[in-house]
């Protein structure tokens, strides 16, 4: 069997990482799928997903400012970025951070490390944001 479904993220500062963790678990316990994979996308390019620490709020405050000091907004290491938008820095923290995630279901519950929540990552907002969600199995 294959679920498909989706919710939307309302980001409410230019970047924030939020732990999306309990949509993902209500979204599969609604599928009733016992054994299976979930996989989670984000359709966008300036808004990423990843899968780390929800236990120490410090964790998120580290990745989030570290990113920013690898990709300053204004560009850094002497290149200027050519994108006319203005929102270069977002788009490569977005590939940094990935689009998508895997997590296995295992009696109807997702097999994450006790340390482990389901971030997404808003590098350009405040925007509106879509996550869709897509669980195979039975
Ligand atoms: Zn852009």
Redesign the pocket.
């Known amino acids: 069997m294959i679920i498909f479904n989706e919710f939307k993220v309302k980001t409410p500062e230019r970047e924030v990482i939020l732990d999306i963790t309990g949509e993902i678990s209500n979204i599969i316990r609604e599928s009733n799928i016992k054994e299976g994979v979930c996989r989670v996308f984000i359709p966008h390019?300036?808004a990423g997903i990843t899968i780390n620490e929800n236990a120490d709020p410090s964790v998120i405050k580290d990745i989030s400012s570290y990113l920013n000091k690898l990709v300053p907004k204004g560009g850094g290491l002497g290149y200027s970025f050519k994108?006319g938008?203005g929102?270069?820095d977002?788009?490569i923290k977005c590939t940094l951070t990935g689009h998508s995630v895997d997590v296995l279901i295992h009696e109807k519950r997702m097999m994450l490390g006790t340390w482990q929540g389901i971030m997404f990552a808003e590098y350009d907002g405040p925007r509106n944001r879509r996550v869709m969600v897509q669980i195979q199995g039975e």
């Open positions: 390019t300036t994108h938008e929102n270069s977002a788009h």
